[in-house]
């Protein structure tokens, strides 16, 4: 029903190309894991590993503590959601969820039995008669959820599988799979490149670019303590300024700072910039501003640094005119040391 | 200009069907040549061809040779295009090109090649043989059209089909067969029709029991008569009743 998952040591190659450079990584039981990144970035190429479609260069990958070397897919304690889908057009969405039912020898009553409970989960149960063609988009997506999970798996593997649908039913989609995520308790492992996405349903993110993992953690982490430039940058916007160790604090294009000295990246996320906090970032002159609803995106030009831009989230209600210099102020500043980056 | 392009159509018709509505009416023919002018319609040659023992022998073998070939043949081909369109070998595009290679080749040339080998190997001139060639060059069209069949969507619903614990047989039989169904059909009607009318390797590979394009021309042998004439129009009518089956059944399916 759930398992845990270790990977030591996975490599990839493909000819010349290296597409996983020694993966270690740890899921435990019935956690949501979401691999995010670029395409290209080796998270599907990990994904096809786990569900046996790819044996690896080298390493290992257990399931349940089981070694899972030379498994071929259909034996293994995984099931995929593809893509785009991969329903089988010829058969009724009933027939679709029983199918790998009826692969393990189920009888049919028994198997269309389960099937219909599944359905009935994914609120489609009264449609079981239908062909997938007929379905939305949305539809098909809860019944491959349904088939992938009619097999009760260790492990249940998602390839983008919300990547075709529009943002609105993409959300509604999200929450609904990390619901029934909880619900069956399967371990989830879902690839993504969307960080929103990640953010909306993972228990923990793993950021991966070029065959490795840049970070893993809780979307808190993640967003909030970025371990490498690349990962401030992939998940979300961000104000980058170079500083060099000088005296008890750093030196910058902004002037001396008070941080911990250390040569590196400054980030700050625009919601963390604003007209009061912690960090003095001296004074800008609002360049240009936007009302997005939920905030003011400003953008700022110091008065130090002219040569520079600083994305600012304000709240709604600020009161501020193009051309009015303002003394800003930083939040959770995080630096990133050059080692790191 | 309107005008123009309706008399280019009409030309057109008439330029194809003329030999062929000539045989069919000609087929009626009261008289003994199946040339004009006219007499008047009568069906006797039809009571005559359908009397003949030796024609309607030699049109029930030409069924069974070209039911069964085609049948071998689809089911080779549809193995082979499995198997190349899901892994990549080394030497894949050799594979496919030699497959393909036959229908490049005349069909007086593969009959030849097979005459000797049977000789060879001691299998007489029969309708066995014959078979055997139909199935020569009818696999190499059958693969073409099916392996051109499986797309993406295919391969990832036979993923699927692996993935949910299914068999390679039970992805093939259960999976990849129905969803490969109209080109099944299209492909195996298509084998069919040029098994029926197949002449070249049918004559030089038969002895005794013979199909019917041999038995046609063995009565051509014997001069120009109505009763060749209702002959043809009988295998017209079959080959018309396959495409009209054809248009009705698959290609209105993979239309919509």
Known sequence: MTADVSITGVRQEFGDFTALHEIDLKIEVGEFVVLLGPSGCGKTTLLSILGGFLSPTAGAVKIGGKDMAGVVPRARPTTTMFQDYALFPHMSLLDNVAFGLRMRGMSRRERNAKAREMLDMVGLADQAKRRPHELSGGQRQRVALARALAVSPDLLLLDEPLGALDLKLRRQMQDELKAIQRKVGTTFVHVTHDQEEAMAIADRIVVMNQGRIEHCGTPEEVYLTPQTLFTANFMGEINTLQVRKAGQGVDSPLGALKLEPTNGTLCLRPENVGLSGPLDLGQAVLQDMAFFGSHLRCHFRPVTAPEMILTANLPQGTRLQTGDQVHLFGNSPVLIAEEAA | ?256
């Open chain 2, 1 to 256: 200009m309107r005008y123009l392009s309706w008399i280019y159509l009409v030309a057109c018709f008439i330029f194809i069907l003329l030999p062929v509505g000539v045989l069919v009416v000609f087929s009626f023919q009261d008289g003994r040549l199946p040339v004009p002018p006219f007499n008047g319609p009568t069906l006797k040659w039809y009571a005559e061809i359908t009397s003949d023992r030796d024609l309607m022998a030699a049109l029930f073998n030409s069924l069974l040779v070209a039911a069964i070939s085609s049948l071998v043949a689809l089911l080779l081909g549809f193995l082979a295009a499995s198997g190349l369109a899901r892994v990549v070998l080394p030497g894949s595009t050799l594979m496919r090109a030699l497959l393909i290679a036959p229908m490049t080749v005349s069909y007086l040339i593969i009959a030849l090649g097979l005459l000797n080998y049977f000789n060879n190997i001691g299998i007489r001139p029969s309708l066995l043989a014959t078979g055997i060639g139909h199935v020569v060059i009818n696999l190499p069209l059958c693969f073409a059209i099916l392996y051109a069949a499986m797309g993406e969507h295919q391969r990832n619903a036979l993923r699927a089909a692996r993935d949910l614990g299914a068999k390679e047989w039970q992805v093939l039989a259960l999976v990849s067969a129905p969803m490969l169904a109209p080109a099944l059909g299209a492909a195996f009607f298509l084998a069919f029709t040029f098994s029926w009318d197949e002449f070249i390797i049918a004559f030089l590979l038969t002895r005794f029991d013979v199909t019917l394009p041999v038995e046609i021309w063995s009565m051509l042998r014997s001069g120009l008569s109505p009763a060749t004439n209702a002959v043809g129009s009988l295998v017209f009518l079959v080959s018309v009743a396959v495409v009209v089956l054809l248009e009705l059944t698959l290609f209105r399916k993979v239309g919509k």
